[in-house]
């Protein structure tokens, strides 16, 4: 199961900030917080990620909460392009050395003209 | 730098046919990852190569399903014989081994639909 919970869909007016939501309280102390998007049915591409500071690149801002139990996955100015499904993922720690992603059901952004 | 790629994009066969699929990951990348996503459920792990080694077979659905990586380069994920259920987007990533595991950061490729009639 998913260690993340996300508002199924957001919709934001282009131009605006896209504020995307994400808990995860049971998060572990050395697990990173991941954020990808699905554009329609590509593949889907990492955004960022980050383990208790917040991180910026040319894509979007990740706020993480001091405690750590939900961040925020932030799209300065969303332009039409950034119409997708947004999808927050803490990776649980391998046992083997394996560092599978488990995806939930992630946020429908719609960017509106 | 290519990204990863994957091919077929589409496949469609009829019940019971094999059908194979490869990916190749980005150059120098030892870790090699398969997921999927079937109608209307989310996306999947399958398993994980290091190199050529399968490190976790944990999401492979049954033994009609074969993958491999020999040399470790590309991959390929052979399906025999194709159900109706095996019908979805089958995806492939890859990562680099250089840092700390926690800190991996997959890279997807754009995924071969399959079509089981």
């Known amino acids: 199961d998913a260690k993340t919970t996300q508002p199924p869909s957001m919709d934001c007016a282009e131009g605006r900030a896209a504020n995307l939501p994400c808990n995860h309280s049971?998060?572990?102390?050395?697990?990173?917080v991941y954020w990808y998007r699905q554009i329609h049915s590509q593949g889907p591409q990492y955004i960022i990620h980050g383990l208790k500071n917040n991180e910026t690149n040319e894509m979007a801002s990740l706020i993480i909460t001091e405690d750590r139990k939900s961040s925020t996955l932030i799209l300065p100015h969303a332009t039409l392009r950034d119409t997708a499904v947004y999808y927050c993922i803490v990776r649980p720690r391998g046992t083997s050395g394996t560092y599978k992603y488990i995806f939930g059901t992630g946020t429908r952004l719609k960017v509106l003209a | 730098e290519a990204g990863v790629t994957q091919f077929p994009s589409h496949s469609v066969i009829e019940k019971g046919q094999t059908v194979t699929l490869r990916c190749d990951p980005i150059?120098?990348?030892?870790?090699l990852y398969w997921y999927r996503r079937v109608m209307g459920k989310e996306i999947k792990f399958l398993l994980h190569f290091v190199k050529e080694s399968k490190q976790d077979e944990s999401g492979m659905p049954n033994n009609r399903f074969l993958a491999e990586r020999t040399g470790g380069t590309y991959s390929t994920l052979k399906v025999q014989p194709a159900e109706l259920e095996d019908s979805g987007v089958y995806f492939c990533?890859?990562?680099?081994?250089?840092?700390?595991?926690?800190?991996?950061?997959?890279?997807f490729g754009p995924g071969t639909r399959l079509l089981v009639l």
């Open positions: 049971t998060i572990s102390g050395n697990e990173y």
């Open positions: 150059s120098g990348h030892d870790n």
């Open positions: 990533a890859s990562s680099q081994d250089k840092l700390a595991g926690f800190q991996e950061t997959q890279y």
